[in-house]
RNA sequence: GCUCCGGUGGUGUAGACCGGCCAAGCAUAUGGGGCUCUCAAUCCCACGACCCGGGUCCAAAUCCCGGCCGGAGCACCA
């Protein structure tokens, strides 16, 4: 096989070599015109890191073969609507670089399904019930029809009508799109496409009674929005399944679905309902609360957009459950970030010693050591006097009555409440107070002396760190530093920071 | 219960459609080492996996059957 192409169609393999980088497999079926493809969330809240796999897999098929990407907000159920979702959800898109060539809101068209729906009654294809759901239900089970399936397009039309005009109450009534009775899997069997709906919609008031379902809807927009490919949770399989039989019906040619797995994302607080009651009763801050899974808290944390796409890009589109691993997301953030975050001392939980001294030591820390960052040889320079100096409670306690090294200061002592200089390189005075372990082996530390202020680090599990930071790090407010020994933080202010990840 | 789908190191994946080049690649984590006045980044080395049982075949992670385990759907949510 390889030999063939290896012979015949050598400019094959210089494509699969090139494409090593993206990884993800090609779609079947692409035209000239490239792909139609779509993002339907709903406006229930703001993006978060779930959402942010469909997002991804969808654009990285856009930008591969060109096209189109719908962003398709999908308001059919004015219930679970937050007004601010429809602008936040394009933000956060914004900021994922996922760039969108079209915006479609479902709301806006219900016309198109009103009038599709129609078609299907008259065609025989759909019917309006008043039967209650109970024995609906039943009657599939068992593979029956109810007495409204039976009846002539004539009867379904006009009960249609009526639901249509808002003739109808809440629960009354709900039209039905025909699959297969006997169809083997229960879950296909004859699907519900409208219902009637009496709260209010955020955008249309209460212009309409009769609300699309999702199957409903989806199958119709599809169509006439011209998708060619759909990549969505396989927790629409079913979904994909009933859509089909509108497809069928009306003879459109189906897009081509993919479906991946599942992922659960542990340790992410995701469900809008949640985060809304946490909002509301102050558990949280905002949308942007560093407990939560939301894009904008993860934007918050100092995250950079490209760690999220490379994650998802590693994910693939395989159709296994899998877990979302925090670490390896991590490690692709810490990766992009590291070069450009500037270095800064961070004191948690400080330790004051009485520092006895004459004269002045002087230090010069790198700013940005990784070398090919413009300020490479940017240094924090300090001056150090008699006074005292803080270092955290944890090296305290590990190293009190050691030697230990004040990065880029010196050689100290820790005894107690006092700290003391011994040189700023090995000589025979450290050897004295170092005899058993080898000189190479002396712990470095962070520290500060006066050039600290009082800095709060709020962290994801909901706890926050207090301290002192270096006073240098404002000079790069909104930035994420790395504090060095501590993790990189975002800081926001002169007083807070968002922990970004170890 | 019914209908689908799937199970590769601790974790995320490649390979599976079209059986051999897979005594299984990559990443992350872990352990060790180099560099570095950070427990970061970077470089090197090590560690560690084809769910189980049958079958087909010269040959199975890959195909078939059964089991076990996991997930999804069976809504007037999307």
């Known amino acids: 096989m390889k030999n063939i192409v290896q012979r015949d169609f050598p400019e094959l393999l210089v494509t699969t070599l090139k494409e090593e980088e993206k990884k993800l497999p090609d779609l079947p079926d692409i035209g000239k015109d490239g792909v139609v493809m779509r993002l339907a969330p709903s406006p229930s809240g703001p993006l978060h890191i779930g959402h942010a796999r469909m997002s991804i897999l969808n654009d990285e098929y856009f930008r591969r073969y060109g096209g189109k990407l719908i962003l398709r907000i999908e308001d059919t159920n004015p219930a679970n609507i937050e007004p601010d979702a429809y602008q936040m959800i394009q933000d956060d898109l914004r900021w994922l670089e996922v760039n969108f060539t079209d915006l479609v809101i479902q709301s806006k068209r219900f016309n198109i399904y009103y009038e599709e729906m129609e078609k299907l009654i008259e065609m025989g294809k759909a019917y309006v019930a008043t039967t209650p759901t109970e024995e609906f239900k039943a009657k599939k089970q068992m593979g029956t029809p109810i007495r409204e399936r039976d009846e002539s397009p004539e009867e379904n039309l006009e009960r249609w009508d009526k639901m249509v005009a808002g003739e109808y109450e809440k629960g009354e009534v709900y ?58 949770g396989k927790d629409h399989t079913a979904n994909t399944e009933k859509q089909k039989y509108i497809f069928s019906y009306r003879n459109w040619k189906m897009p081509y679905y993919l479906h991946y797995g599942k992922v659960s994302i542990e340790h992410a607080i995701l469900k809008t309902s949640l985060i809304k009651k946490g909002i509301r009763n102050g558990e949280y801050s905002g949308w942007d609360d560093p407990k939560l899974g939301t894009l904008l808290a993860l934007k918050k944390r100092g995250f950079d957009p490209l760690a999220i796409r490379k994650y998802y890009i590693e994910s693939g589109i395989g159709s296994v459950d899998t877990t979302f691993s925090w670490e390896i997301f991590y490690s692709f953030n810490r990766k992009i970030i590291d070069g450009r975050s500037p270095r800064h001392f961070f004191i948690n939980d400080p330790v004051s010693l009485k520092f006895d001294f004459d004269g002045a030591l002087t230090a010069d820390i790198p700013l940005f050591p990784q070398a090919g960052h413009s300020d490479d040889q940017k240094t924090r320079h300090y001056e150090v006097r008699k006074g005292e100096i ?113």
Request: no cysteine.
């Open 175 to 232: 039209a039905v799109v025909k699959t297969d009775l006997n169809h083997s899997n229960p879950a296909i069997r004859d699907f519900i496409a409208f219902r009637i709906v009496d709260t209010p919609h955020p955008l249309e008031g209460d212009r309409y009674k009769a609300y699309p379902m999702m199957n409903f809807s989806v199958a119709i927009d599809d169509h006439y929005l011209g998708l060619t490919h759909v990549i969505r």
């Open 390 to 502: 803080v270092v955290t409670s944890q090296d305290f306690q590990k190293f009190n009555g050691d030697l230990v090294r004040l990065k880029d200061l010196g050689y100290f002592k820790i005894d107690d409440d006092r700290i003391e200089y011994l040189g700023e390189s090995i000589n025979e005075d450290i050897q004295k107070w170092n005899p058993n372990k080898p000189l190479g082996k002396v712990p470095i530390i962070h520290w500060l002396s006066g050039n600290g202020m009082p800095f709060k680090v709020m962290k994801p599990d909901g706890s926050a760190d207090s301290g002192l930071l270096e006073k240098d790090a404002l000079n790069y407010i909104s930035m994420v530093h790395q504090l060095e020994r501590y993790g990189y933080v975002n800081v926001l202010n002169d007083k807070t920071g968002y922990f970004t990840h170890p």
